[in-house]
């Protein structure tokens, strides 16, 4: 009877505070399966069809060594990290590496043999302070749902970001608003 009294108090303090606030969590975990995407290559050779053109048999087009030629790659810009840095526990383990990316006009975020303990709801968030933990809306950029708990992959960023003032990455639990882990970016 005595250690009920005791629990009392403590769940009126958690109830105030909102961290019993009724969720349904219905959704899947994210994939425990190591999730394995390269960073894209932007010297890759285009694909070339074996086949000859339709217009190589024109009169107009000329069949001079020139015309013959393999097409030469575009040239791309090289992959451009902007700030990276370590992931470190929050509320359970997470580890890796976390670089912001501009790829050819479009940002992502890369998570390299990134690990975390598996949870419900969890959502990656660049965030506008250190500590990994966004205090209102202003200061978070919701990237999505986790895609995988282990691996490397990108996660896109909405185009027109400004990603000037984002100071971390975080995997963020939205059912309990909890930190599992965050990554603080410095400059490469």
């Known amino acids: ?16 505070c909102g961290a019993t606030s009724e969720v349904a969590i219905n959704e899947p975990l994210p994939t425990a399966r190591p999730l394995a995407t390269e960073m894209p290559n932007p010297m890759a050779q285009p694909a070339v069809k074996d086949s000859p053109s339709p217009l190589a048999s024109s009169p107009l087009v000329s069949s001079s060594p020139l015309s013959e ?13 902007l700030k990276q840095g370590a992931f470190r526990n929050g509320f359970h383990k997470v580890s890796g590496q976390a670089q912001l990316v501009q790829l ?9 043999n990134f690990y975390t303990e598996n949870g419900p709801d969890l959502y990656v968030y ?11 809306e202003q200061d978070q ?8 708990t282990t691996g490397s992959f990108n996660m896109d960023i909405p185009a027109g970001v400004d990603l000037s003032g984002v100071q971390s990455a975080t995997i963020w639990c939205q059912a309990f608003r909890v930190n599992f882990g965050f990554a603080r970016f410095q400059a490469p």
Do not use: D, H
């Not at 030629?69 to 990290?81: F, K, Q, Y």
């Open 1 to 16: 009877m005595l250690n009920r009294l005791y629990l009392l108090p403590l769940l009126f303090c958690l109830s105030a």
């Open 69 to 81: 030629r393999s097409p030469s790659p575009v040239p791309s810009v090289a992959p451009l990290v």
């Open 104 to 112: 050819e006009g479009r940002s992502v975020l890369r998570l390299e």
């Open 126 to 136: 660049l965030v506008r302070n250190e500590t990994g933990t966004p205090r209102n």
């Open 141 to 148: 950029i919701n990237l999505g749902k986790l895609r995988s």
